[in-house]
């Protein structure tokens, strides 16, 4: 076995690889940008080697660099993780240059799957089902058209070097092509240096399922049954579950007899993924091939009880799989969430920002985190927002339902905006309990998920006001004449025997705002609150310790966890978050900034193309700037027509979110 390995990435996946390898008695060298200096992966690794600026293109994605450290530090073999170098068969090959072993495929079998009209053509001849669609060369737009209007609408646009969702575009009819070809065209060139595009029938309901399988050097091969990965943003997922509902065990049988087929067609070695989209009458078809370890590895893990870093590791030293096809069984239902700094209230836009708190639920037998991060941390542009999975598994579907759902209403992050309470939304909808799965099932259930609070308790304004009231508390110097903070003799809250005392609060919560009536009373010597708000009334008390609420509301106890950045607060309860302050009541109104321009970045990220020059006119729904951030591009559009008049940004600038980007007017009807 190896003594010493490099992992040539960053974040959650090097996280995971370390745990294996220090079971195993491998000693892990991990590598780091000058964001990730102080990340919980470069903690974790026997050693790290700093590896460049915090661009990718600098750090991760320097090949060369990265086979430097291997050999300064003698590492025996590298594992890529996913994504950066993973599927970079010029990367494998220099490995093998060097006599450092790969942790994945050969270089050939890489190539292979790399480009994906290529592999749809090996496929073909291997016999794999495949959707009707174009993947040759000619990529004259008039000619791709007419491969459109021959597989007939709808059709899928896509990168033939893609992944991620990008260079993907849905086109609904003839009208809608050029622009989706240039679109889809301009996004690949800018993710994989390559635009070359393949048109495919697009299936109106399919499902997203993929088959792990594995492979050794002695002509071995199986696969451990599959995962549904239907539900997804931007055409990537954000909740998976293994094994899928409603697939019977012959269905099971030959997609996965199919996939071991795609595998053996490129002489395939190591952990592989191949991915199906299943209609509605149970045809599968081929769609592409992940030749790596898949992020949603974990509930495969799972539900089969084998650790399949492990097994990477065992493949790679030419070792035989751990076991045969008849050996392999599904154990239980397990699902995983992928926690994301993103809005999903702004078309699911990335965030930055500190993780003033990061409180995740206890791991178990039944509940899983897979992270790379800490409290404290910052979640950077450089790179994919996400914090980390949340996976858990139970004897059945439905208990598994209930671990997902409980746990993220105990996952409590503040500093960023994340998916978290969306997730919650989602996987406790009927829809998704009663498996009506597809991947369309977001925009689908959009009525539903994208609620900002629905049913929202009743109990939150009182509980957040409460807080508001205890906290004033606690900061009050006790006085001399008492050491007892909640005496009235304490307080300086005008309190005075034998008569009423009561002030008026203005809350601020999710950024509406609402007057609040307080009546103090004593019980016991005890401080109780009387609260009107809308019209209802709320007879309360309870204390604050280290950010859990212990509170008694009209009689009901509860406990939350309310975390505090700079006097904003959110409150975390049943699933639900309420962001929320005080306004001092002499405040008075605070009149609206007056602006004419609203073009806004709406997230830090990098300035990609300026499509107009100031003083050019443009129309209504025409694009004006390009920004990405996270491997995700957004499009600045013009509200209407009108005249750009000037710029306040360039090509390659690094913008912070609500920065203004343009000057613009409107032209007059």
């Known amino acids: 076995m190896f003594n010493k390995i490099l992992i040539a990435n960053r974040g959650e ?4 690889i370390i745990k294996t390898a220090r079971k195993m008695g491998i000693l892990t060298v991990a590598i780091y940008s000058d964001a990730d200096e102080n990340s919980l992966h470069v903690k974790m690794a026997d050693e790290a080697v700093y590896i460049g600026a915090s661009p990718s293109k600098e750090s991760y994605l320097q090949g060369e660099r990265i086979i430097q450290a291997a050999l ?23 490995c093998s240059k060097n006599k450092i072993t790969f942790i994945g495929p050969s270089p050939s079998a890489i190539q292979a799957m790399g480009s994906k009209s290529a592999a749809k053509r090996i496929m073909q001849q291997a016999k794999v089902p495949l959707i009707a669609g174009y993947h040759g060369s000619n990529q004259d737009p008039a000619h791709l058209k007419a491969q459109a209007e021959k597989i007939g609408y709808p059709v899928l646009l896509k990168a033939a070097a893609g992944g991620g969702g990008k260079g993907l575009r849905q086109v609904w009819n003839s009208d809608e092509f050029t622009d989706a070809l240039t679109a889809a065209k301009r996004e690949s060139l800018s993710s994989f240096n390559d635009d070359l595009m393949l048109v495919e029938k697009y299936l109106t309901q399919p499902r997203h399922i993929e088959i792990q399988i594995f492979c050794d050097h002695h002509g071995n091969g199986v696969f451990l049954f599959e995962r549904d990965c239907s539900i997804q943003r931007r055409h990537q997922k954000i909740v998976e579950e293994a094994p899928a509902t409603g697939i019977s065990e012959k269905l099971r049988k030959n997609m996965g007899e199919a996939a071991l087929k795609a595998a053996q067609a490129i002489d395939y070695v190591g952990a592989g993924t191949v991915e199906f989209l299943l209609d509605t009458d149970d045809q599968f078809y081929f769609m592409e091939m992940n030749t ?30 751990p076991l045969t096809q008849n050996q392999l069984r599904i154990h239980g239902h ?33 509940v899983r985190l897979d992270t790379g991060v800490c409290q404290g941390d910052e979640v950077s542009v450089y790179y994919d927002p996400m914090i980390a999975k949340l996976i858990v598994w139970d004897e059945s579907r439905d208990s598994a339902l209930q671990r997902i759902t409980k746990a993220l209403t105990e ?68 006085r001399q004449e008492s050491q007892d903070r909640y005496s009235p003799w304490s307080q300086a809250t005008s309190w005075r025997n034998n008569a009423e005392h009561s002030k008026i609060m203005i809350l601020i919560a999710n950024q509406l705002t609402t007057e609040v009536h307080v009546k103090y009373t004593q019980h016991n010597m005890r401080q109780r609150y009387i609260l009107t708000i809308a019209g209802n009334t709320y007879t309360c008390y309870g204390t604050l310790a280290n950010r859990q609420l212990k509170a008694t509301i009209n009689g009901h106890k509860t406990t939350t966890t309310v975390a505090s950045d700079d006097n904003q607060h959110v409150m975390f309860y049943g699933g639900y978050s ?3 302050n005080e306004q001092p009541i002499d405040l008075g109104e605070v009149s609206p900034t007056n602006t004419n321009d609203n073009f806004l970045a709406p ?3 990098t300035i990609v193309t300026l499509f107009v020059k100031p003083g050019e006119p443009v129309n209504q729904g025409q694009t004006l700037v390009v920004m990405e951030a996270m491997k995700m591009v957004h499009n600045i559009k013009a509200p209407q027509a009108g005249i750009v008049k000037e710029f306040y940004c360039t090509a390659g600038d690094l913008v912070d979110d609500g920065t203004q980007l343009l000057s613009f007017v409107a032209t007059e009807n």
Request: glycine share 4%.
């Open 13 to 16: 996946v090097s996280c995971r």
């Open 72 to 94: 300064n530090v003698q590492a025996d073999a590298i594992h890529p993780g996913y994504g950066f170098l993973s599927e970079n068969s010029d990367f494998a090959t220099l």
């Open 292 to 321: 790596r370890l898949q992020v949603e590895h974990p509930i495969t893990e799972m539900i089969t009880g084998q650790d399949l870093v492990a097994w990477q590791l065992r493949v790679a030293n030419n070792e035989v799989l």
């Open 334 to 366: 397990a699902i995983e969430a992928r926690i994301y700094a993103e809005d999903p209230s702004n078309d699911f836009l990335p965030e930055t920002g500190s993780l003033s708190l990061l409180q995740p639920p206890l791991a178990s037998k039944y």
């Open 411 to 478: 996952y409590h992050i503040q500093g960023v905006v994340t998916n978290i309470h969306f997730l919650h939304r989602l996987t406790s909808s009927q829809e998704f309990k009663s498996a009506a799965i597809d991947t369309n099932f977001i925009q689908r259930n959009e009525s539903i998920l994208f609620l900002e609070m629905p049913e929202k308790p009743t109990v939150l304004y009182p509980l957040a006001v409460l807080f508001l009231l205890l906290d004033t508390l606690q900061s009050q110097p006790i």
């Open 578 to 580: 309420l962001y929320f």
């Open 603 to 605: 997230m830090n990220g």
